[in-house]
């Protein structure tokens, strides 16, 4: 699989629409798992938490042009119409010749509810805020756990908002929506973020899924990356 096109691509739409810059680099990261462990034909792709959000990068899109150009499928999932709709949009205008499915519907459920065999599954939909992480924890872990028996072998899900150790963070403090100031948090234990229970799980409990890639480093907000390599 190459994905050197999909990538550039990626990049010029972070560039003209002023979009978040470590979305680039959290692809690359994505990239360089697929390159190296993806095996499958084609792509069954699920992204949880609908992309709409141009300025904060619009994930998806690098994950529908991944699929689009592999003979794949994506769908998007949210439970809130108005973005299912506004994110309905902003696929229409910014892939062509690609058809995203958008589900309005409980994340949990959903992925307790779906029929297919996904091979590629991004878990982005509860917002992760740093002075209050474990409800963000815990709903991405019982996404997790809703949907990894039925991804095969060789699957690889891709969580975002993660933030390692020795990491520190100004993080912005919202009122009713709007920005009243920032406070530095410093992260001291081995991560923090959505994927945090599936870290630990995957390192201390299981071994039916593996912890991927080289791009574990602080100081900056990563994907945890993990495949499953057995049944």
Not at 18 to 40: D, I, M, R, S, Y
Not at 61 to 72: C, D, P, S, T, V
Not at 175 to 183: K, P, R, S
Request: one cysteine or more.
């Amino acid at each position: 699989m190459k994905i050197t096109n999909e990538l550039k691509n990626y990049g010029d739409f972070l560039s003209s629409n002023e979009g978040n810059p470590t979305k680039l680099v959290q692809a690359q990261t994505v990239a360089n798992c697929l390159v190296n462990n993806f095996n499958f034909k084609s792509i069954e792709a699920l992204e949880i938490g609908s992309s709409k959000n141009i300025e904060e990068g619009c994930f998806g899109l690098f994950l529908a042009e991944i699929a689009k150009n592999n003979k794949g499928s994506l769908t998007s999932v949210d439970v809130v119409e108005s973005v299912s709709e506004e994110s309905k949009t902003m696929y229409s205008e910014n892939i062509k010749g690609f058809k995203v499915n958008h589900v309005v519907d409980d994340s949990i459920n959903f992925l307790k509810n779906y029929k297919g065999k996904p091979n590629l599954v991004y878990l982005d939909s509860w917002y992760l805020d740093l002075k209050n992480p474990l409800s963000s924890m815990l709903h991405t872990w019982f996404e997790f756990e809703s949907i990894k028996d039925k991804m095969p072998v060789g699957s690889i899900c891709v969580i975002n908002d993660n933030y390692l150790k020795n990491t520190w963070v100004d993080w912005n403090l919202k009122q009713d929506g709007e920005l009243i100031g920032t406070e530095r948090i410093d992260i001291t234990y081995d991560t923090v973020g959505k994927g945090s229970l599936i870290y630990h799980w995957c390192l201390n409990y299981n071994n039916d899924w593996e912890i991927i890639g080289d791009h574990y480093t602080t100081g900056i907000n990563v994907n945890l990356i993990i495949q499953k390599i057995s049944k």
